[in-house]
């Protein structure tokens, strides 16, 4: 055929040579089994040693237990083996009789060595030569269940995943696992967003695990306290107090007639000094000192002391603390406003029906106004926050845009929309259609109570801020519980930065006050104010009394267009909040004794369910 071809000359030619072309097209088609390999590289040369190659040629996995399936095709039967038993294991497709299409299912071990390994698979087709099929690398692992869990979601979720699986090999698997969590994601250095700087100037971490116990939704075992992160220094000697900044409803404290503003001034006969302020804020607010305490206390009012019992029982978080009407003072009483007041410590899903319960109460009292106060409160659930702000908005609002969840683009959940509803669940909320809002914050405001803010300016609402900044977290988790072993737990690392409807996330550093209530004390002339204005956020009196909370009085007055600063109305009004008799160095000129708030931060948080919940109304 090559002679005919040399001869020939033109179409004749060309014709001649094409169908040479379909002929050997032909042979070759019929030559796929049963030819040597070195004819089959001619034909496919996606054949090697009688295999088509894997399409996943490598694979990188975590340090977990796992199974990978190898899909290829033969020309003949074959067996696969493995330079490294110890890390793989072989199940179904590990050898068959006859050439074709395969699956091989592969299980790669746990990997406890702490180091990042390695192991090649080999396939041997009848007939030809033992060949590599593909190559596996595996991270290092650990062998603490838990600690496996942090790293999978960590690597599959975390927002700074980039950074955290670089520098894998580099972290050590053997600690426990909650300080696995923080001293990995400390070492990180683009994930600023995830946490913050304490008083001392140690970095703290957002992302959080914790071992469940029962009665962890909505009833809890203690006294029923909730403690001021800041001390009072009470006199010239140097003695410390608490100041109550709530009591729950139905626990010992409020049995035993304890009241916000009050101090506590002895825990069990000792007094509170520098060296066990830390352990008794703590153990009082978590009921870990004993069945039944002794305490002394101040009386908020009348500064005279007490001896109190307190036993350890349980109660109900409601983070509803208050609710209602405020009180003018007489300076505005007759404005026409009917401000509503509603103190709120948490976002707490659990306590959703409480919270509607309360929004219909300000909405039946017919409100011209609302104040929130959030000065005590960290954040929580999205879907809480979600619900909060379409009441206050009212139903003119619905399918609008409140927030976007941001995800890592290789976070196979992706973004999450939130938007303004008019139910939850089936339950109608109750439209306030407040044309703004007032928020009363402190640092210790946070995630989905900065959320709010954020989500309502986004919607052009007005969002007045009084008090102090927040605490600036622009970032959320995806909040998993896993049983394992004979424990469960809750595990929430950063997943998520928010954005509202005008695309803005930029407050990581927190919310400036509209109205700094720590400046009053350079801006007044009265001594009272002064004095209150230096102490912020200090709690001085019970819930919704404006005339002993700097913060809410002036909220009240501004809403009704005048401020304490004003002369006329300063002389006027009554703001009679008792004064502490204390020290010049009670607040070291200036600076109170502050304690790093040992309850975390909630955030912003979605569960599972309310993460698929999102995405199905989108």
């Known amino acids: 055929m090559r002679e005919m071809a040399i001869v020939l000359k033109g179409s004749a030619a060309a014709r001649l040579f094409n169908m040479f072309l379909v002929i050997a097209c032909a042979t070759m088609s019929l030559c796929v089994v049963g030819c040597s390999s070195d004819e089959k590289e001619d034909i496919d040369k996606s054949y090697v040693e009688g295999v088509k190659m894997a399409s996943n040629k490598s694979e990188v996995c975590n340090g977990s237990e796992q199974m990978l399936t190898i899909t290829f095709e033969t020309d003949n039967g074959y067996a696969l083996d493995t330079d490294n038993y110890s890390m793989i294991n072989f199940f179904d497709g590990a050898s068959s009789s006859k050439g074709g299409k395969h699956q091989a299912r592969i299980q790669v071990r746990q990997n406890t060595s702490g180091q990042t390994r390695a192991a090649e698979i080999y396939i041997a087709v009848t007939g030809h030569n033992r060949t590599k099929l593909m190559d596996i690398t595996q991270k290092s692992g650990a062998s603490d269940e838990v600690v496996v869990w942090i790293d999978e979601r960590l690597q599959e979720e975390y927002y700074w995943m980039d950074e955290y699986n670089q520098k894998h090999s580099d972290f050590d698997f053997t600690l426990a696992y909650d300080k696995f969590l923080s001293q990995t994601l400390l070492t990180l250095t683009t994930n600023q967003m995830d946490g913050g700087v304490d008083s001392r100037g140690n970095r703290y971490i957002y992302s959080y695990i914790e071992k469940l116990t029962d009665g962890r939704a909505s009833s809890v075992s203690g006294y029923g306290l909730l403690l001021a992160s800041t001390v009072w220094t009470?006199?010239?000697?140097?003695?410390?107090g608490f100041a109550v900044e709530h009591?729950?409803?139905?626990?010992?404290?409020?049995?035993?007639?304890?009241?916000?503003?009050?101090?506590?001034?002895?825990?069990?006969?000792?007094?509170?000094?520098?060296?066990?302020?830390?352990?008794?804020?703590?153990?009082?607010?978590?009921g870990s000192l004993g069945a039944t305490i002794e305490v002394k206390k101040l009386d908020g009012s009348s500064l005279e002391e007490a001896n109190i019992s307190l036993s350890m029982g349980n109660y109900q978080e409601n983070p509803v603390a208050f609710c209602g009407v405020v009180e003018l003072p007489e300076a505005v009483a007759d404005s026409g406003k009917k401000i509503g007041y509603l103190s709120y410590l948490s976002f707490d899903a659990d306590f959703d029906t409480e919270l509607?319960?309360?929004?219909?109460a300000l909405k039946s009292e017919g409100i011209t106004d609302l104040i929130l106060d959030l000065r005590l409160n960290g954040g929580g659930s999205v879907n809480s926050s979600i619900l909060?702000?379409?009441?206050?908005?009212?139903?003119?609002?619905?399918?609008?845009?409140?927030?976007?969840?941001?995800?890592?683009?290789?976070?196979?959940?992706?973004?999450s929309e939130?938007?303004?509803?008019?139910?939850a669940g089936s339950t109608v909320l109750p439209a306030l259609d407040m044309p703004a809002l007032w928020v009363i914050a402190t640092g210790n405001t946070a995630s989905a109570s900065e959320m709010v803010i954020a989500g309502l300016r986004g919607l052009d609402v007005p969002v007045t801020v009084v008090g102090a900044q927040t605490e600036g977290k622009n970032c959320g988790m995806d909040v998993m519980e896993k049983t394992i072993g004979q424990a469960t737990y809750s595990y929430a690392p950063i997943t998520f930065l928010n954005y509202n409807a005008k695309d803005f996330t930029d407050y990581a550093d927190g919310f400036e006050p509209d109205i700094d209530i720590n400046s009053y004390y350079n801006k007044s002339s009265s001594e009272s104010i002064k004095y209150f204005a230096r102490i912020y956020p200090m709690p001085s009196g019970p819930w919704g009394a404006s005339n002993k909370d700097l913060a809410l009085f002036e909220t009240v007055l501004q809403i009704c267009g005048t401020s304490v600063l004003d002369r006329e109305s300063g002389e006027s009004t009554a703001f009679t909040a008792p004064r502490l008799n204390i020290a010049e160095s009670a607040t070291r000129a200036g600076e109170p004794i502050r304690l790093q708030h040992k309850r975390k931060v909630f955030g912003a948080t979605l569960s599972a369910l309310e993460r698929e919940q999102l995405a199905r109304q989108e």
């Open 234 to 240: 009470l006199d010239e000697a140097g003695s410390l």
């Open 247 to 286: 009591v729950y409803p139905g626990s010992s404290a409020e049995k035993a007639n304890i009241r916000r503003g009050d101090i506590i001034s002895q825990v069990m006969g000792n007094d509170l000094t520098e060296s066990n302020i830390n352990d008794y804020w703590y153990n009082l607010q978590y």
């Open 388 to 415: 909060l702000a379409s009441s206050i908005l009212g139903n003119k609002y619905e399918g609008q845009i409140y927030a976007t969840l941001k995800r890592h683009p290789n976070n196979k959940h992706g973004n």
């Open 356 to 360: 509607i319960e309360a929004l219909e």
């Open 418 to 423: 939130c938007k303004i509803v008019s139910k």
